[in-house]
């Protein structure tokens, strides 16, 4: 079993358990699972791969997926920010698939580029 096949396996039952569903495109599945462990080997930990990552914990634990805002963002949207996680609903074809926006907020991503604003 690959490391992706593996993370699938283990999140799949966890998440599901939360409300939280792999988005049924596989085609879409595979390759975010693929980049979240390109993400755990470079950060040490699963960034989300649609967004900037500092590569400091402490600025990027918002975005370790799944992030801070999916649940909020799946509940309201049927999918997270990525469409990596979505509502049974979503899959199913009941709701309407549409843009998610950005939840995290502006100065988080600026800080993980290394502009931290004026002070």
């Given at each position: 079993?690959?490391?992706?096949e ?5 999140l799949k ?19 975010l ?6 993400n755990?080997d470079?950060?040490g ?5 649609c967004?900037l ?7 990027d634990?918002d ?12 509940e309201?949207?049927?999918?997270c920010?990525?469409?990596l996680?979505?509502?049974k ?5 009941s709701?309407?698939h549409?843009?998610?926006p ?7 991503a600026?800080?993980a580029l290394g502009?931290?604003g004026?002070?």
């Amino acid at each position: 079993m690959s490391r992706v096949e593996d993370l699938y396996a283990k999140l799949k039952p966890l998440m599901e358990k939360k409300g939280l569903y792999f988005n049924k495109d596989q085609d879409m599945v595979w390759p975010l699972l693929e980049s979240l462990v390109v993400n755990k080997d470079r950060y040490g930990y699963t960034a989300c791969p649609c967004r900037l990552a500092s590569g400091e914990y402490e600025k990027d634990k918002d975005i370790i997926c799944p992030c801070v805002y999916a649940a909020q963002d799946v509940e309201e949207y049927g999918s997270c920010y990525c469409g990596l996680y979505v509502s049974k609903e979503w899959n199913e074809g009941s709701i309407a698939h549409v843009h998610v926006p950005e939840r995290r907020p502006p100065e988080k991503a600026m800080a993980a580029l290394g502009l931290e604003g004026p002070a």
